[in-house]
């Protein structure tokens, strides 16, 4: 991993690029040779401003901070169209992570830190240590904020797993693995997510990964040095370094190439969870120090760009410059290249700037108390720089300076400017009713077993959900995932996450509008109050006008889709260079995260239904556009538009909901999604099954004759909405509160025999049940 | 003076916190001690030992926590006869440390909970009822008959595997405290998620005061995480699974 490495292969003897010397052909090719990502314009601009040739550190520094993945060089200007203040904003998408206010406490004001990342080229090279990696990255993110780790979720999306096509079965299995291998380890509980399988992500899978945090908000570490910090200590935290993640960040800048796969595989982390649950144990220790003796202090999670990265930027967010000793940092190998060294991704490490005065109690807590050598070889806590007034950034290896660049120029941002092109248009409604010649029998069997609608209880089992003790209600039993994360206390918050890439495919700006409407909807039916979303984007080529273009449209739906609803972004990620070697992107794949408040989480409501004799209510329309809903795929109709969402009518029914959920009316909800009503209405009365009761039927007979849409609209449409179930006794109240609400309108009864009956057909549910329950098991075992 | 109870956190335990805060309403003073301070553990007079990673799981789960010196003062105490509970990767530990079943010498064990039939983690609700007399477990004693105590299989190795004759022993003496169950209470082996032996869920020692239990009574231990919570109940309140930490205490206040 040394000097062998494929991403090196230079002699140590020359330790600089004479940029002025080369033309641009020559200058290309001994970029490529050093394995830099970057272009022969940007290789330029840094050596006029140095003045100099630049050395191979200082290049492989600029290439990891100048990437698109630490950057955003294709995608800042337009995420400055995103709403980012709020009045539940405690922090927007300044830094590692946001953070909504959750609520007080006995006097304290609480807020839930909230990050949102992608880990797909890794997940798609090497399935466990990537998706694993993923989680152990966010939980990070988090963690630097000052705050406990309390709750993960991951929107995954793999390719066609048919049988026969073992690798693309292989990877979604890896990276379900270690999804759960991680996270149950460092005992951080698994609470929602979602998952798709398309032949579209064959080549590019995406593991999207959220993770949430507890923290009082006059307790928040922010990861800058602080005003004061002159003279700060830089004190970096955990693993050794050693040669994984060399050329991480650029690596996920660039396309996936199969041939280049394998040897990629050197830039992909390693992770240690067990290192990890130390930690952060270990930080929480810290934190509490820092609170009793009144100190402020700034606090970073090594990502993209290693040392060099999170030094950098530790620093110049505080106004300061840095000096780094690369001598001085713990490594797990003899001999490393200083360029290994600065930029290497290395796991499990964070960085503190912290005040003289206290490092030799925090180096005593890491390295004592929580014992890090003795949990993995060689971790520690170790001095290895500190924060200056000069607005430089200077690296040592083996007592001479190896990298001296103005520190604004390393971090400060670099834009490009793209040519568009606009996504084609989208297919406009229909004015009649679908026709179709299969049986609504034959169809919802089919839709059941869908890889979108079945069961994902086979994925999620894999994961713990209830470490901790805190989940309210886990993965499967309701919309979205609740959780009560502060003892003696009835506040709660709900967590969905969303994006639906059948609609992607078909139009990217109102894929973004409707991964926003149903993380909202699901934060909804379980009758919380959305506060708050994060994004991430996960499109194409930026350098493809067209695939750029998706990403415009798709940046423009986040957009306007939350300022309808009167939502703010606190912090989202861009990945790009999505899609197959052959040119082809993924679908537009905007997805988003949603968090919702309970001030008592006794009005949370879940999926199944609870007594007989209840009624049901769909609250919502139908429209005649089946674009993006399951029965298009299987049958596979073209020029179907997509759903529209009539924002005013949206807004009145989500707050009627809950209205009635924090009145105590609903017994049940669930959301109209994936598959459609028939599906929502199948799997509310599924819930008792899983509860080992008998499982309670439906009889629709209130659904004849109101529906603006045809049958198959109305059964297998994927138009939104919530289904909700209301006692008997509680029908009045419930109408009351309805009062002018036009979209609310009874479609049946609960009955005890276990049956959907609508119109001649009445299914048993088990069988529904059979059908849903079973095809991700054999992926899944 | 209420119970001391101490909370044993090794290297990757994980559910510590929530297992003091139920041990805690169940009316016990009880402490996370963490790995440096094992020399005060003389000083408790019960041990849970909750669940998570000890160690990584490395060799096989619990086998480097059951000699860390932690452990010295457990084994002391229990063969002092004081109450010791090790949940999930705690019971684990218990095994490694032969502390339950008991049946052989310190630290050789007899029996393992070992990786599950399915050959992954699993994470699912299930139910467990008492299988033997009151008196044969006093951790277990204060529990009602035929009581179904709802709990969570977190694990990845909760399958009780011993050779076929001692596995027979120790269901035909009593150690399997806890079977896996169906909700009309029956307990068939085949209810065991993970394809436990006899269906197992927990074991306990000759004397009846270690108690090994693979599920998590803990996470489903309060209303608000209850399945069955009642609507109008304080949803802070214990209930659900927090009936076998409420017999723990119990059976540390007669002591």
Known sequence: MLCSSSNFRRGPSLRDLKVAELDDEALREQADALGLALRVDELRSIAQRLERAPSFVELYAFDAQWSEHCSYKSSRALLGRLPTAGPDVVLGPAEDAGILHLGEHEGERYGIVIAHESHNHPSQVVPFEGAATGIGGIVRDVLCMGAEVVAVADPLRFGSVDSGREHQRAVARGVVDGIAAYGNAIGVPNLAGDCYFDGDFDDNVLVNVVALGLVKESEVIHSRVPRHGENFVLLLVGKATDASGFGGASFSSVALDAQEAQSNKGAVQVPDPFLKNVIMRASYRVFSLLRERGIEAGFKDLGAGGIMGCSAELCSAGGFGAEVDLDSVNVALDRLLPEVIAVGETQERLLWALPEEIVDEVERIYNEEFSLPQVAQNARAVRIGRATAAQRYQLRHLGEIVMDVPIDFLTGSVRDTLPVEAPTPPPMRREQDLHCKRSLDDLFHQILAHRDVCSRAPLYRHYDAVVRGRTVIPRGEADAGVMAPIRGSRLAFALSVDGNPRIGRLDPQRAAEHAVYESIRNVVAVGAEPIGLTDCLNYGSPRDARQYGELVAGVDGLARAARDFGLAYVSGNVSLYNGAPNGHAIPASPIVACLGRLTDLSHCVTLPLKEIGSHLYLVGETQRALGGSVLASILALADEAVPEIDIERIVAEHRFVLAAASNGLLRSAHDISDGGLFVTLAEMSFGALADRRAPIGIDLDGYAGWSAAGRFESAFGESGGIVVEVADRDVERFEELAGALESVREIGTTIAEPLLAFEDEAWEIADLHRSWSRPLEELFP | ?255
């Open chain 2, 1 to 255: 003076m209420k119970a001391r109870v101490a909370v044993l956190v090794f290297p990757g335990t994980n559910s510590e916190e929530e297992t003091r805060d139920l041990l805690v309403d169940c009316g016990a003073d009880a402490r996370i001690v963490h790995w440096s301070e094992a020399a005060s553990l003389v000083y408790y007079d019960a041990f849970v030992l909750p669940g998570g990673f000890a160690y990584e799981d490395r060799i096989r789960a619990g086998a480097i926590a059951a000699h860390d010196a932690m452990l010295d003062a457990v084994i002391e105490g229990a063969q002092a006869g004081k109450y010791v509970m090790g949940i999930c990767n705690g019971a684990q530990i218990l095994l490694e440390a032969g502390l339950a079943p008991g049946t052989g010498e310190i630290r050789r064990p007899t029996a393992a909970f070992t990786h599950n039939a399915q050959g992954h983690f699993i994470c699912e609700r299930v139910l467990l009822r008492r299988t033997v007399p009151a008196t044969r477990c006093a951790i277990a004693a204060a529990l009602p008959e035929n009581l179904l105590i709802p709990a969570w299989a977190a694990h990845a190795q909760g399958r009780l595997a011993a050779a076929p004759a001692h596995l027979d022993e120790l269901d035909r003496d009593g150690y399997i405290v806890f079977r896996y169950a169906d909700a009309a209470g029956a307990t068939d082996a085949h209810l065991a998620p993970q394809g436990s032996a006899h269906g197992a869920a927990a074991l306990t020692n000759r004397e009846g005061n270690v108690l090994a239990i693979m599920p998590h009574p803990e996470r489903d231990a309060w209303n608000f995480n209850h399945l069955d919570r009642r609507e109008g109940s304080d949803p802070l309140a214990p209930s659900g699974g927090s009936v076998l930490f409420k017999s723990f205490v119990t059976a540390l206040e007669r002591l």
